[in-house]
């Protein structure tokens, strides 16, 4: 019961902050994206707790309790994501914010129409519903065997913390995002090392695991790939990436503040990935999904109190954002389409109540998720398309709106349809949403060309 106490102090603290930080958002510029005027110090922590997620950080240790180190890729992939971001579309996103974008498809509209527009927030629907809905699923794995709760009482309780979270705005995330991502990497560095320790270090390693464990690529080169590009062309729709363009106070401030995460996820994806891989060592027959739980345990009972904080800080950081943004995509991409004379004020009441329902609806979908790695590599690869698609238009003037809008759609729901019918061939959905997506840019630009209004 000592655990649940100071879990409920670190939550508590964690609202306080939140509410302070937030000081009541009456529009929605200031609502979604703070006013466009965050710095890097605060954009920082904003973007690493968004990025790391409960899912991922739980899910990387059970991948690696399961397969090995392969299972870090999800996150390097995020890493390398953000550097491509940089590269190639910070600019981009940081002017279309500075235009009013406040979702990552309210931005595609300035390059295509609203085509394209309604394309891509259906594409990020559809895989940031996924992310979210890994979110309860990934704090109740720990929270269950730690506290004997039933499963949906815990998912009903997390949830309605996540919408108490999210209705603070993105300041209020931002601050709250400050304090869950120093406790987040501390905690879960001190563990991995003592981990690797009590497993006997690498040698012994290398004698208990099996080759396969110590193979980077696996299942095979193939699946890595599509994994790898996946996660980085996704961070061009990442909303978690876009944002950090369209609230900070200049475009220096941004491309900082995502590099310096890209080289921290990269470190803290080693972490939980050392810390399954130890599990399977020293308790080979334990439930992959608590397995970070279960080492701190066997640490010392109080870090197997601050793992399980470490857990739910890592999914308050994400899940609340996550909220958040699917909110906006909603409000900004769907409700003021269809309706364009809404006011601020009307729009910021239905963002609000729109958070409440998704949030429901991840209880629904969080009940399905059969393995919390692959649902979320398989989010990235749903909405790499959009990525793909925006870095050719960048640098191919002939991308039409036609093209673009095709492309994203067949992609998108080619990806989301061979992921669920379990990989056809034993093939990743990258490729043949990739393939088709390109083809389709490609082959209606050619054959029908668009004046660039």
């Known amino acids: 019961m000592i655990i649940l106490f100071v879990m409920a102090v670190y939550i508590a603290f964690s609202i306080f902050i939140g509410v302070s930080g937030s000081c009541g958002e009456k529009t929605t510029r200031s609502f979604f994206v703070s006013h466009g005027n965050l710095n890097y110090t605060l954009l920082i922590p904003l973007l690493f707790g968004e990025l790391i997620a409960g899912a991922g950080t739980v899910g990387n240790a059970s991948g690696a309790f399961t397969t090995g180190i392969s299972a870090v890729w999800g996150v390097w992939g995020q890493a390398l994501g953000c550097v491509v971001f940089v590269i190639f579309v910070s600019k981009f996103f940081y002017?279309?914010?500075?235009?009013?974008?406040?979702?990552?498809?309210?931005?595609?509209?300035?390059?295509?129409?609203?085509?394209?527009?309604?394309?891509?927030?259906?594409?990020?629907?559809?895989?940031?519903?996924?992310?979210?809905?890994?979110?309860?699923?990934?704090?109740?794995?720990?929270?269950?065997?730690?506290?004997?709760?039933?499963?949906?009482?815990?998912?009903?309780?997390?949830?309605?913390?996540?919408?108490?979270?999210?209705?603070?705005?993105?300041?209020?995330?931002?601050?709250?995002?400050?304090?869950?991502?120093?406790?987040?990497?501390?905690?879960?560095?001190?563990?991995?090392?003592?981990?690797?320790?009590?497993?006997?270090?690498?040698?012994?390693?290398?004698?208990?695991?099996?080759?396969?464990?110590?193979?980077?690529?696996?299942?095979?080169?193939?699946?890595?790939?599509?994994?790898?590009?996946g996660a980085s062309f996704a961070m061009i729709s990442a909303a978690t990436v876009v944002n950090s363009c369209y609230c900070a106070k200049s475009l220096s401030d941004a491309r900082k503040g995502i590099l310096f995460v890209a080289g921290a996820i990269f470190i803290f994806a080693t972490f939980p990935v050392i810390i399954g891989m130890s599990g399977k060592i020293i308790f080979p027959g334990s439930n992959p999904d608590s397995i970070i739980y279960i080492m701190a345990e066997e640490i010392s009972p109080v870090f197997s109190s601050l793992a399980g904080i470490a857990i739910c800080a890592s999914v308050l950081s994400t899940a609340p954002a996550l909220l958040l943004m699917l909110s906006a995509t909603v409000t900004r991409d769907l409700y003021c389409v269809a309706r364009t004379e809404t006011s601020d004020k009307e729009q910021l009441v239905f963002s609000k109540i729109i958070i409440i329902v998704i949030a429901v609806i991840g209880i629904a979908l969080s009940f399905g998720m059969q393995s919390i790695l692959n649902e979320w590599l398989a989010s990235f690869q749903i909405r790499a398309i959009v990525g793909i698609v925006m870095v050719i238009s960048i640098y191919w003037d002939k991308v039409t709106n036609t093209a673009a809008f095709w492309a994203i759609i067949v992609g998108?729901?080619?990806?989301?349809?061979?992921?669920?019918?379990?990989?056809?061939?034993?093939?990743?959905?990258?490729?043949?949403?990739?393939?088709?997506?390109?083809?389709?840019?490609?082959?209606?630009?050619?054959?029908?060309p668009e004046k660039r209004k």
Request: net charge positive; charged share 15%; proline share 5%.
């Open 95 to 229: 002017h279309a914010g500075k235009k009013g974008a406040m979702s990552v498809a309210e931005a595609f509209e300035y390059r295509f129409d609203k085509r394209v527009r309604t394309a891509v927030s259906l594409v990020v629907l559809i895989a940031f519903l996924i992310v979210y809905a890994m979110q309860p699923a990934a704090i109740a794995g720990i929270l269950e065997p730690l506290t004997g709760v039933p499963r949906l009482p815990l998912l009903i309780g997390c949830t309605i913390l996540f919408v108490i979270m999210a209705l603070m705005g993105l300041k209020g995330i931002a601050k709250m995002n400050l304090v869950h991502s120093l406790l987040i990497f501390s905690v879960l560095m001190f563990i991995a090392v003592c981990s690797f320790f009590k497993a006997g270090g690498g040698e012994e390693m290398a004698k208990e695991l099996t080759a396969s464990y110590f193979d980077l690529f696996l299942p095979n080169l193939s699946s890595s790939l599509a994994n790898i590009l």
């Open 412 to 448: 998108g729901v080619l990806a989301a349809v061979w992921h669920y019918m379990d990989h056809p061939f034993g093939v990743e959905p990258m490729w043949p949403s990739s393939l088709a997506g390109i083809f389709l840019v490609i082959a209606i630009s050619l054959a029908r």
